[in-house]
């Protein structure tokens, strides 16, 4: 059984950890005191929106959080699901195609116009999942970053 809930305060300890997970799988240092910090910065400034995973025995398996944005050429919110994680003794079982099924129903609830969201070309297991689940590789356009 899968359960999705929308984060709040009660879960940020679990959620922290989860969080810290996801940073060392994107090669940062591990910080879950940090993390924590992020996290509740973000819910409690409605920054952002935190889907988490549960099984049936209730203990937390991963997480997405989605980001509001906006089309100018559609005058409609827009939502970068910027973070999806699993943890690995999870992996496989349904879980990140249930936290993707929720940011969609989240999107049609908010009326957004769509998601979008990145992805390193290395990264086989999120390259062969968002397909089919009916995202689709963007052969138009070129994304470009700049950081400080």
Same mark, same amino acid.
């Given at each position: 059984?899968?359960?999705?809930?929308?984060?709040?305060?009660?879960? +940020?300890?679990? @959620?922290?950890? &989860? =969080?810290?997970?996801?940073?060392?799988?994107?090669?940062?240092? #591990?910080?879950?005191?940090?993390?924590?910090?992020?996290?509740?910065?973000?819910?409690?400034?409605?920054?952002?929106?935190?889907?988490?995973?549960?099984?049936?025995?209730?203990?937390?398996t991963?997480?997405?959080?989605?980001?509001?944005?906006?089309?100018?050429?559609?005058?409609k919110? +827009?939502?970068? @699901?910027?973070? &999806? =994680?699993?943890?690995?003794?999870?992996?496989?079982?349904?879980f #990140?195609?249930?936290l993707?099924?929720?940011?969609?129903?989240?999107?049609?609830?908010?009326?957004?116009?769509?998601?979008?969201?990145?992805?390193?070309?290395?990264?086989?297991?999120?390259?062969?999942?968002?397909?089919?689940?009916?995202?689709?590789?963007d052969?138009?356009?070129?994304?470009?970053?700049?950081?400080?």
């Open positions: 059984m899968i359960k999705i809930e929308k984060a709040n305060l009660t879960h +940020l300890d679990a @959620l922290s950890v &989860l =969080f810290d997970q996801y940073r060392v799988f994107y090669e940062k240092p #591990s910080d879950v005191a940090g993390a924590k910090q992020f996290l509740e910065a973000r819910m409690k400034a409605n920054e952002s929106v935190i889907f988490v995973s549960l099984d049936a025995h209730h203990q937390m991963g997480f997405t959080q989605l980001y509001p944005l906006f089309s100018s050429t559609l005058m919110r +827009l939502w970068l @699901l910027n973070d &999806l =994680f699993v943890d690995a003794s999870f992996r496989g079982k349904g #990140s195609v249930a993707i099924e929720k940011a969609k129903e989240h999107c049609r609830a908010t009326q957004g116009c769509g998601l979008i969201l990145e992805t390193a070309k290395t990264n086989i297991v999120g390259n062969n999942l968002y397909p089919k689940v009916g995202f689709e590789l052969q138009q356009h070129n994304y470009y970053s700049w950081d400080v």
